[in-house]
């Protein structure tokens, strides 16, 4: 267990609106990944980070945007909220490139 | 493209009812496969890591193999705690990204 909180941990919104989901670490790993869980899909990334303020994007990123300014936190922004980014969303970190990636509790978003 | 496939989708087993699931890839330059264990609204929890064709590794009633096309995790004398999706993931070539599989949800009636 890598000390991996999210929060919030729920959230309904509108379309439209803003939103962001934050992921915290207490275990100085360098890279943080986003993930969304839908039914039928498995686990897709969204977006990682390999260090502070150094992040790239993932093979579903169309909608969202991250940022990176401490290496413990790394938030997920949505920046109008639509109906189809209504799922739920891991943050994972892991300490190398090759280890072990350890998950976080989860958000699940719903969008209205 | 790299791609994992797991199978069954979902599996139904008695209690003691030893049994098998498969995890089928195709990645250039395989440097990790992975296996978790998720249940319901939680997340993934991690499991093993086999990194070559002839790994094996065990943790209680679970073992996982990996051959160059596909890795089994054996369930032996399943008990209802097991019950839970169990998911597979790889990592492969230059990337430091994990493509993972659908899951198979594991259901032990006791």
């Known amino acids: 267990d890598a000390g991996i909180t999210q929060s919030p941990r729920h959230k309904v919104t509108e379309t439209g609106t803003p939103v962001t989901l934050r992921c915290h670490q207490t275990?100085?790993?360098?890279?943080m990944y986003w993930y969304r869980q839908d039914p039928g899909h498995g686990l897709r990334l969204i977006h990682y980070?390999?260090?502070?303020?150094?992040?790239d994007k993932g093979e579903v990123s169309d909608g969202y945007s991250v940022s990176r300014s401490k290496t413990e936190d790394f938030l997920l922004t949505l920046e109008s909220a639509t109906s189809s980014q209504t799922s739920v969303y891991f943050c994972?970190?892991?300490?190398?490139?090759?280890?072990?990636?350890?998950f976080g509790p989860g958000t699940r978003l719903t969008v209205l | 493209e790299d791609q994992v496939t797991q199978s069954p989708e979902a599996l139904r087993l008695q209690e003691g009812e030893s049994s098998s699931l498969n995890c089928s890839y195709t990645?250039?330059?395989?440097?990790?496969l992975f296996w978790y264990r998720q249940d319901p609204g939680k997340g993934p929890e991690f499991l093993f890591t086999?990194?070559?064709a002839g790994e094996e590794k065990e943790k209680e009633r679970l073992k996982a193999t990996l051959t160059k096309k596909e890795s089994f995790l054996h369930i032996t004398a399943p008990k209802p705690e097991d019950s839970a999706t169990y998911l597979c993931?790889?990592?492969?070539?230059?990337?430091?990204?994990?493509?993972f599989g659908t899951g198979t949800l594991l259901a032990v009636q006791p």
């Open positions: 086999l990194y070559s």
């Open positions: 994972a970190t892991r300490l190398t490139d090759q280890g072990t990636q350890y």
């Open positions: 990645v250039s330059g395989l440097r990790g």
């Open positions: 993931a790889v990592q492969g070539g230059a990337t430091n990204k994990l493509i």
């Open positions: 980070s390999y260090g502070v303020k150094d992040t």
């Open positions: 275990e100085n790993h360098r890279y």
